[in-house]
């Protein structure tokens, strides 16, 4: 077995789990597991033995029943349990590779893990090892062919590749364009966890966002249609009941929006006033819509949207699938609100901290100038940091903030404003979100990060909800520019690639029929082209289906010793002569004497008895044999009587 | 490889009855395979000949019975006769006791008759006064009958029948053979100067070795959807019996042995069924034996081989 061939299987397993690897779903003790790999491929170049198909097979139905646990208790997921065993099984199979059977079944598990992996990623590295994959694929299987016919010492192998893997690469991009997408995601559910975020659920414990604040993952890209001019609060969800150690959303009345025209209004607009956000988000563990206040329109693929009384926005399910949205926000909207009983809540014991409040905010000044001077009070007397210590016992975390280590991050600040705002009597909630961001000029969109989380104020006065920030501001270290060209093209990936949506091929399909428009034909409609595209993918997907299936019920594996004769057979039928499928070799021999064809008629067929119903043994020599025979037959260059 | 024992052999009898190759082929094929030959043609066209010089060459003991309708089961096989001097029956053994034994117009006696042959043939002994006496190894027998004279015959059944492995016709020869034929001397004369090629040692072995020819599964599936098809097919009345299809299995693996492979392949089988099997089948029309010959022909065209 030429070391080319061991490499490429080596490679494309090694591929296979690293793409799985990649995603950041998979636990521990299996990519451990995975790197018995290492040993067995070691094993496997080395020459030594391999395992023998008992102890393969033991194994391998062990890998079940650890599958079987994993999917029913371990991760409860039957998808990443399928992803965990395809580690598992390459792990075994590369002690397991005696034939080409076997080699086979490693190309076969390497594209079940790419699948997987497509659909637990969306991280532009995947796109690469996709197309490594796919050129090495097609590598192994060229080469797997000519192992097969034993005409491996003499091949040319960069020609065939690079045409199948172009054509691939041709054919993948043809369908990525013409396979209609569903508007809608049926299947909604997604395996992947996603990031791990915080702070967007309806309960939130303190402390919660110190551990994020260090965390430079991408959380969200956004593109504005025009130039906002910062700070950019992009508002997630509203708190409004706090008892000491968490924040509770509490409210109950959800309204659920359906769709009108492509978007859900949330409320009124014109127009003219709104900025339109496009937020392609990275897949996160929360299903809040964010965006800057007021939104007032969503695009997104769901059928539905939950909205709360405080414009907390959220999508039914899992928002880990979706990558993409556009919010419509009128930034100068004021909203309205009720006082109301939640947003006066108050934890126990909180009479020293109202009792600094009134003497931060004074007497007789109006709601408006309390909070004001609140916010002040807090931006200029606590010091930020994000390493805090726990409480003494007996205090709460607030009076520990304020009065004894005097440090915190945004969530003490936040929580320490709307406790005693509502100390005194001024109706408030806190918010969730993330702030700032940073702008990437290649590209000009803003890079949100998970340390961009943020919680802030909203407080009700003269009845309309404004934002407070007591929080003070932190400087930001500027990221080489690098990265910023990388995470552009992240941003491309998840655009065209990923995120390729119907909208998109409409465009294309509109750019491609204003070129072939003529004069009195009428005008190519999309709806219209559309439909011709469905169709025709149904067509050619069912008939490619029944002619897969006729293939599987009427397949017979032949060996080479019969493909070969068969191709012998059809060479005397294309030189005229009426071969019936009741003749032996021997009439066949008959036949092409009569015909002219010399001694390598003869060699052929007698080679091909004594292997197919004999019990000679093949070798790579005999193969060239038969191939060299055929091909003189083929060319007329034979013996003649 | 073909056997050069098998070459000599096939040439020894060649250069007696000429133009013929197919038939003597055959009728080695039919020695090497343990089972019997049936000959059926008209008078004068070789068929004691073949017999004969089969046995010079081989080195066998040959005997000649001529079959008429008054012969008794006793005139084959030997007869007890009692003996003055030692006051014991002696048993004088009959003309069966030889290695080839030819029956000549095996259709001209009594089915009794008939029918002790070819019980000996089957058996490989005889029971004469309760002592059992083994025929000698190898043994073969090659019956004829005429087929074109039905006056005063008992056709053999066909269960008789099918106890013969294969049946042949030699025909007439050739123009150029016959012309040869009828100026150079007598056959009888050349029998008579052919010289043994083969040792009866040697038969042996090769039958053993006959016996040791490798059966692929696809070659197996195919003899017998041969042996079905008989059974089914509508012109025919009555099939080929199980029997049959050991006999065909046989002679395929000796006529692989005959050209030098030690397995049978479809050729073998195919090319052999008419003659292994064409006299086992009972037409629906009542025609002779060579007509079922060319149903089967017929048939064997329509099956598919293995490939």
């Known amino acids: 077995m030429p070391i080319l061939y061991k490499s490429i299987t080596a490679v494309l397993a090694l591929t296979g789990c690293v793409s799985l690897l990649i995603t950041g779903e998979m636990n521990l003790p299996v990519c451990v597991g995975g790197l018995t790999l290492f040993v067995g491929y070691y094993r496997f170049f080395r020459d030594r033995a391999q395992a023998s198909k008992r102890v393969a097979a033991i194994l391998a139905q062990a890998a079940l029943f650890v599958f079987l646990a994993d999917a029913l208790i371990i991760t409860g997921d039957v998808f990443l349990a399928v992803a965990h065993m395809t580690i598992t099984f390459q792990g075994i199979k590369s002690f397991d590779l005696k034939e080409p059977w076997d080699h086979l079944q490693v190309y076969f598990m390497s594209l079940l893990q790419l699948i997987i992996a497509s659909e637990l990623t969306r991280a532009l590295t995947f796109g690469v090892i996709f197309v490594v994959f796919m050129v090495l694929l097609v590598t192994a299987m060229v080469l797997s062919h000519f192992l097969k016919e034993g005409t491996l010492g003499r091949v040319r192998i960069r020609r065939p590749v690079s045409v199948i893997v172009m054509l691939t690469m041709i054919c993948t991009t043809i369908f990525f364009m013409v396979i209609p997408r569903a508007p809608q995601r049926f299947i909604g559910k997604s395996h992947a966890h996603g990031i791990k975020t915080v702070g967007f659920s309806d309960k939130v414990d303190f402390g919660a966002f110190g551990d994020f604040k260090l965390d430079q993952t991408v959380v969200m890209r956004i593109e504005m249609d025009r130039e906002v001019r910062p700070p950019y609060y992009f508002r997630g969800i509203a708190m409004d009941t706090f008892d000491g150690t968490s924040w509770r959303n509490t409210t109950k009345q959800i309204s659920r929006i359906l769709k009108t025209d492509n978007e859900f209004i949330i409320a009124p607009y014109d127009r003219a006033r709104v900025v339109e956000q496009r937020i392609y988000l990275e897949p996160i563990d929360s299903d809040v819509i964010f965006g800057l206040a007021r939104v007032t329109a969503v695009t997104a693929d769901t059928f539905s949207l939950l909205v709360d009384d405080a414009q907390g926005i959220t999508i039914p399910g899992k928002l880990s699938r979706r990558i993409k949205y556009a919010v419509r926000s009128d930034m100068a909207a004021v909203s309205q609100g009720r006082r109301e009983e939640r947003y006066l809540q108050m934890p126990r014991r909180m009479e020293k901290i109202i009792s600094l409040a009134r003497s931060i905010s004074g007497a007789g000044s109006s709601d408006a100038e309390k909070a004001s001077a609140l916010e002040t009070y807090l931006k200029r007397n606590y010091l930020y940091s994000l390493s805090t210590t726990l409480p003494p016992a007996g205090m709460s975390v607030l009076e520990d903030f304020l009065f004894n280590s005097k440090k915190g991050f945004c969530e003490h600040y936040a929580s320490s404003m709307v406790v005693m705002l509502r100390g005194l009597g001024i109706p408030s909630r806190i918010v969730n979100g993330f702030y700032g961001g940073e702008r990437n000029e290649y590209g000009n969109y803003l890079i949100v990060r998970q340390s961009d989380a943020h919680a802030w104020v909203e407080a009700l006065i003269d009845g309309q909800w404004r934002r407070f920030d007591p929080t003070p501001a932190v400087a930001q270290q500027k990221p080489p520019a690098l990265s910023h060209v990388l995470d552009s093209l992240r941003l491309q990936w998840t655009r065209y690639v990923v995120g390729f949506s119907s909208d998109d091929q409409k465009e294309i399909v509109r750019t491609l029929a204003s070129s072939f428009t003529l004069k009195g034909l009428p005008r190519l409609r999309f709806s219209m082209i559309k439909t011709v595209i469905l169709w025709a993918f149904a067509l050619t997907l069912v008939s490619l289906l029944l002619y897969a299936v006729s293939r599987i019920l009427r397949f017979k594996r032949y060996g080479f010793v019969t493909r070969t004769y068969l191709e012998f057979r059809e060479l005397l039928r294309r030189k005229g002569m009426r071969v019936t499928d009741a003749m032996t070799a021997g009439d066949l021999l008959k036949l092409s004497r009569n015909n002219g064809l010399g001694d390598e008629a003869e060699e052929f067929l007698m080679l091909y008895e004594s292997h197919r119903f004999g019990s000679c043994e093949m070798s790579d020599a005999v193969r060239l044999r038969y191939r060299d025979l055929l091909k003189k037959l083929r060319s007329g260059k034979f013996t003649c009587y | ?307």
């Open chain 2, 1 to 307: 490889m073909q056997n050069p024992l098998i070459k000599q052999l096939q040439s020894a009898v060649e250069s007696v009855i000429r133009g013929k190759s197919d038939a003597i082929a055959m009728a080695i094929v039919t020695l090497l395979g343990r089972g019997n030959l049936l000959i059926e043609d008209v008078p004068g066209v070789g068929k004691t000949t073949l017999a004969y010089a089969l046995a010079k060459a081989t080195d066998c003991a040959f005997q000649r019975i001529q079959f008429t309708s008054d012969m008794m089961p006793s005139d084959i096989i030997g007869v007890s006769i009692y003996n003055p001097e030692s006051r014991e029956f002696e048993f004088k053994a009959g003309p069966l006791f030889a290695n080839i034994v030819l029956a000549d117009e095996i259709n001209r006696t009594s089915p009794r008759t008939q029918s002790a042959l070819l019980e000996a043939m089957n058996e490989r002994k005889i029971t004469v006064d309760r002592q059992t006496l083994m025929l000698p190894d190898p043994f073969m027998v090659i019956a004829t009958q005429n087929p074109v004279e039905y006056y005063g015959t008992f056709p053999l059944p066909e269960s008789q029948l099918d106890r013969f492995m294969m049946q042949i016709r030699l025909g007439y020869p050739e123009l150029e053979h016959e012309k040869r034929a009828v100026t150079d001397q007598s056959g009888f004369a050349l029998i008579e100067r052919l010289r043994p090629v083969v040792t009866k040692a040697d038969i042996l072995k090769m039958q053993e070795a006959v016996d040791a020819v490798m059966v692929e599964e696809a070659v197996m599936d195919y003899l017998m959807q041969i042996i079905t098809g008989t059974r089914n097919d509508d012109r025919i009345r009555l099939g080929c019996s199980t029997r049959g299809a050991q006999f065909l299995l046989k002679a395929a693996k000796a006529h692989a042995y005959y050209a030098g492979r030690d397995f049978i392949v479809p050729d073998d089988v195919k090319r052999l069924a008419p003659c292994v099997i064409g006299h086992r089948l009972i037409l629906k029309s009542r025609k002779g034996i060579s007509d079922a010959e060319d149903v089967v022909r017929d048939m064997v065209e329509r099956i598919a081989v293995p490939v």
